[in-house]
């Protein structure tokens, strides 16, 4: 799986946030036994950096896959940059979930949400905006607005074309409006999804942009968010398990087809060096 998103870009990786209602406690040694324990099950995450809000830990950059761990006041994240199999991309994501709650004080109550983010990034150079525009909008009535992109009286060209969209997928079947409640909305339980491209040419003009573009890359993020209750904080690799199996099959069926391979076909093409 994770060896044929990583063929598609130039970086993949897997991302766990754990968020808490109430802030962290930030004892010593709570927090140094929680690394400890991490470090000795991943031996190469030895790197501990103290931030002005988050305490982290990490492997090299240079380590395949590379791997960290950061707590923040209200929350708990981790991440695996370019791992090479299913369990190199969740295996510490479970490991964290599963020590987390007891090093840290965390009850069930306190959890807020569990989220599961993938991304991509493409090195891409030139006018980034540019380039996602003509790869998503190509053929549709929105491509009329930025007419062929090229410069001149009657065109634009797309100086921030980030988009965004945000759905639910749904536990069961949405049940039919009652008698009389047509009109009311519908509150639908499920995990969230959103889907986003971020591009980083920067906006303006002059040699700061110019300097800027190819030096960061195009990222398509697949973020699944959970709010479901907690009734026993061991559920939650479980829980985890169910956010990756859903999220595998939205990067199979949706962002390959339709957001990673249209980008990465336009990279492709000299019209944007």
């Given at each position: 799986?994770t060896e044929s998103f990583?063929?598609?870009?130039?970086?993949?990786?897997v991302?766990?946030k754990l968020?808490?209602?109430l802030?962290?406690?930030?004892?010593?040694e709570?927090?140094?036994?929680?690394?400890e324990?991490?470090?000795?099950?991943y031996p190469?995450?030895?790197?501990?950096?103290?931030?002005?809000?988050e305490?982290?830990?990490?492997?090299?950059q240079t380590?395949a896959p590379?791997?960290?761990?950061?707590?923040?006041?209200s929350?708990?994240r981790s991440?695996?940059?370019?791992?090479?199999?299913g369990?190199d991309?969740?295996?510490?994501h479970?490991?964290v979930?599963?020590?987390a709650?007891?090093?840290?004080s965390?009850?069930?109550?306190d959890?807020?949400?569990l989220?599961l983010?993938y991304?991509?990034?493409?090195?891409?150079?030139g006018?980034?905006?540019?380039l996602?525009a003509h790869?998503l909008?190509?053929?549709?009535?929105?491509e009329?607005?930025?007419?062929?992109?090229?410069?001149?009286?009657n065109?634009?060209?797309?100086?921030?074309f980030?988009?965004m969209?945000?759905?639910?997928?749904?536990d069961?079947e949405?049940?039919?409006?009652a008698?009389?409640?047509e009109?009311?909305t519908?509150v639908?339980?499920g995990?969230e999804?959103?889907m986003?491209?971020?591009t980083?040419?920067?906006?303006?003009?002059?040699?700061?942009t110019e300097a800027?573009?190819?030096?960061?890359?195009?990222?398509?993020?697949l973020t699944?968010?959970r709010?479901?209750?907690?009734?026993d904080?061991k559920?939650?690799?479980a829980?985890l398990?169910?956010l990756?199996a859903?999220?595998?099959?939205?990067?199979?069926n949706?962002?390959?087809p339709?957001?990673?391979?249209p980008?990465r076909?336009?990279?492709?093409?000299?019209d944007?060096?």
């Amino acid at each position: 799986m994770t060896e044929s998103f990583r063929a598609l870009c130039s970086d993949f990786y897997v991302n766990q946030k754990l968020s808490v209602k109430l802030d962290l406690p930030r004892g010593r040694e709570a927090m140094l036994d929680l690394f400890e324990r991490v470090r000795r099950t991943y031996p190469s995450m030895g790197s501990f950096r103290r931030y002005k809000d988050e305490l982290a830990l990490e492997s090299k950059q240079t380590e395949a896959p590379h791997r960290w761990l950061a707590i923040r006041p209200s929350n708990v994240r981790s991440g695996v940059v370019n791992p090479s199999a299913g369990e190199d991309a969740y295996g510490l994501h479970r490991h964290v979930l599963e020590l987390a709650p007891f090093f840290l004080s965390i009850s069930p109550l306190d959890v807020e949400y569990l989220e599961l983010l993938y991304g991509f990034d493409f090195a891409a150079r030139g006018n980034q905006d540019l380039l996602v525009a003509h790869a998503l909008l190509e053929g549709t009535p929105l491509e009329k607005l930025f007419e062929d992109g090229s410069t001149g009286p009657n065109n634009l060209v797309p100086l921030d074309f980030q988009p965004m969209l945000g759905f639910v997928l749904p536990d069961s079947e949405p049940e039919p409006p009652a008698p009389g409640a047509e009109g009311e909305t519908q509150v639908v339980s499920g995990t969230e999804v959103h889907m986003e491209v971020k591009t980083r040419t920067g906006s303006g003009s002059g040699s700061d942009t110019e300097a800027r573009a190819g030096t960061e890359p195009i990222s398509i993020y697949l973020t699944l968010r959970r709010y479901e209750p907690v009734d026993d904080l061991k559920e939650l690799p479980a829980a985890l398990d169910r956010l990756a199996a859903a999220g595998q099959q939205l990067i199979e069926n949706r962002v390959i087809p339709y957001l990673v391979r249209p980008i990465r076909e336009a990279i492709g093409s000299s019209d944007f060096e």
